[in-house]
């Protein structure tokens, strides 16, 4: 992993110590070797799509209001049933893999605004920077057009077992 990748990475997850880069403190995650182990076979792709399918479950059950039931679109503030839920990226998994996995990129996002509006994106964006401020918005604007960035194993590793049991 480089050292802008862990940079990246550990301002997105949750760790266990502190390691010191670059003259500031980040968080660095430990992974267990029969964790790693039980990975080894899998392909990077497997491993992509894994984390991904975790995220957005994780992501899906924490916007879901009315004991999981319903959810609140973010683009455009109606609530629905969670059969109609996806998890919105408002920067592209394809294009931007730097917030691919990043909680502020991923919200509760009803079919029609996701697929058929195409992300809906002028009002996701007025209403991201009413739930997470201007200040995050602008952290996760300044993460997504980091060049350079590549997932790595061990980094998706630590995504799936983070929210195997979360979502």
Known sequence: MTL???LIYASNSGC??????????TFVNVLEANTIQKYKSKSMSYLIEKAQELVNAYVRKRDSIYDGEFFICI???????????NAGHFYSRGNFGSVRFNLDNIHAQCIKCNLHLHGNLIPYQKNLIKKIGQARFDNLEMMAYAKGFKHDRFMLIDIIEKYKNAG
């Not at 266990?16 to 403190?25: D, I, R, V």
């Not at 609530?79 to 109609?84: D, E, S, V, Y």
């Open 75 to 85: 683009s455009c503030m109606k609530l629905k049933p969670k059969n109609q839920c």
């Open 16 to 25: 266990f110590f502190f390691e010191k880069l670059l003259g500031y403190y």
């Open 4 to 6: 802008r990748n862990s």
